[in-house]
């Protein structure tokens, strides 16, 4: 089973939308967590309307999960968009227990932080991302802007996407893909 907690987006396909139905696909279960219910996803230069699910709302969809025993049969997390402090908090402790005793166990974190120069979340959960959740990661996919701030290394040539590699493999992911737009 896979635990996908990801934005949702009622317009386009980006987190959980454009995720559920190809792992569905691969023949793999899939329970779903939205993060955040927005009309379309935050790079729109008219802006976007919806919520956001903080850390309390997290924790009570996990431990009615927890309660009956749903949380034992997931043996991957996947995260995407994550717009608070508290959610971030609530994604380590969710990890750290599903983890607990299972080898197999695989955490993807795709640390949505924002794209071409521009934040979708606030600016000051690059940090917590860095310190908090990519340690606990074994695969992580960060795009060109997400590895720029999270190393502070700014990649202009190739040599610079070696240095930001290198400065990543220091969070601890045993697995890094990168991409450019």
Known sequence: RVLSIQSHVVSGYVGNKAAVFPLQLLGL???????????????YSKGFKGSVMDGDGLNTLLSGLDENGLLEDIQYILTGYI???TFLAAIRNVVLKVKAGKP???????????????????PELV?????DIIPL???????????????????????DAKKASAAFSRFGATNRLSHQP
Do not use: W
């Open 83 to 85: 717009g608070s402090a």
């Open 29 to 43: 279960d899939v329970d779903v967590i939205n993060s955040v219910q927005f009309s379309n996803h935050t790079g």
């Open 137 to 159: 990661a074994d695969i992580v996919t960060p795009n060109q802007f997400e590895v720029e701030q999270l190393t502070g290394v700014s990649i202009l040539s190739l040599e």
């Open 127 to 131: 940090g917590l991302m860095k310190s």
């Open 104 to 122: 197999n166990f695989r955490y993807l974190c795709d640390p949505v932080l924002g794209d071409n120069g521009k934040f979708y979340v606030p």
